[in-house]
């Protein structure tokens, strides 16, 4: 069954990166898994590459996890 995680990591733009949303709320286009990190620090979530890996926190969605097309 799935469920809603906090923040959500959507497909590859055409461009290259991905839209990441936590909670409805539109935190940036991220490139790399820092860039999430940043961005959920940000928003007040003391965030680490666990929290990315973790699925109760982070759904992936479009391509697969990690995954961020380009060369960046």
């Given at each position: 069954?799935?469920?809603?995680?906090?923040?959500?990591?959507?497909?590859?733009?055409?461009?290259?990166?991905?839209?990441?949303?936590?909670?409805?709320?539109?935190?940036?286009?991220?490139?790399?898994?820092?860039?999430?990190?940043?961005?959920?620090?940000?928003?007040?979530?003391?965030?680490s590459?666990?929290?990315?890996?973790?699925?109760?926190?982070?759904?992936w969605?479009?391509?697969?996890?990690h995954?961020?097309?380009?060369?960046?």
């Amino acid at each position: 069954m799935r469920y809603d995680a906090p923040i959500v990591i959507h497909r590859l733009s055409a461009t290259g990166g991905r839209r990441v949303v936590a909670r409805g709320q539109i935190l940036g286009l991220a490139y790399q898994d820092a860039d999430v990190i940043e961005f959920l620090r940000r928003a007040g979530v003391d965030a680490s590459e666990e929290v990315v890996d973790d699925p109760a926190w982070v759904e992936w969605r479009g391509a697969k996890p990690h995954e961020w097309g380009g060369d960046r």
